[in-house]
């Protein structure tokens, strides 16, 4: 079975600083995708970033980063010069590339960014 | 762009009516999905389908199905509506390979 866990139930973080929301993930398939997703008040899911288990560089977008560290299953997502836009529910999930392909969410981590 | 569209976004039934959640996606994706979000819980997984007329059972698939009768759309079902299923819907689809798109979500009230 997989588990995504997130350990920040919520941030406060200044604008135009960084930020790194934490996720740790457990599976046994040996390979894998991690995502990040962000929810505004609006509700809508959107999707910001992909890491592959086989990728050897860590994913970049823009001002998302993913920290994907292997060995001990964290896939940090990084936000630079945070911006008030970014505050939302965000949201780790992984997908297994075996089986039937279903994601699994961490329970997200509320950000907000202080002026 | 890729749209996935949800019948309503916000829904209020009373405790043993039928309810229909509609999900109609527009770039012919092979899998769809259905989720409930509780705060604290995260978004989990009711039911999913990789093509027309095929259905699986996600984690909490209890009081719940689903319909597919044609590719761009995946409907939920509450057969008999109980407080216990208030909450946030969210329908997503993809590919086979790619990331997943998310409607705009419901938000049922059971009263």
């Known amino acids: 079975a997989q588990k995504i866990t997130q350990t920040q139930p919520g941030m406060f973080v200044q604008e135009k600083e960084a930020v790194t929301l934490d996720c740790t993930y457990d599976?046994?398939?040996?390979?894998?995708?991690l995502f990040w997703y962000k929810q505004p008040s609006s509700g809508e899911m959107i999707f910001l970033i992909y890491q592959g288990s086989y990728d050897q560089q860590n994913a970049t977008e823009g001002r998302y980063s993913l920290n994907f560290q292997k060995a001990r299953k964290s896939a940090n997502l990084v936000i630079s010069a945070s911006q008030l836009g970014d505050s939302a529910m965000y949201f780790c999930a992984m997908r297994s590339n075996f089986g039937n392909e279903k994601l699994t969410f961490g329970t997200g981590t509320r950000l907000t960014i202080i002026p | 762009d890729v749209k996935v569209t949800q019948s309503s976004r916000y829904l209020v039934k009373r405790t043993g009516e039928k309810v229909f959640l509609e999900c109609v996606q527009d770039?012919?994706?092979?899998?769809m999905f259905w989720y409930r979000q509780d705060p604290g819980l995260g978004l989990r997984l009711i039911y999913f389908?990789?093509?027309?007329?095929?259905?699986e059972k996600g984690d909490i698939p209890e009081g719940y199905s689903v319909s597919r009768e044609k590719k761009e759309r995946f409907s939920l079902i509450l057969e008999s509506a109980s407080t216990n299923q208030t909450s946030m819907y969210l329908c997503a689809s993809r590919t086979n390979v790619g990331e997943q798109f998310f409607g705009p979500g419901t938000r049922l009230t059971v009263l």
């Open positions: 389908s990789y093509d027309v007329k095929m259905k």
């Open positions: 770039m012919d994706h092979e899998n």
């Open positions: 599976t046994s398939d040996p390979s894998y995708g």
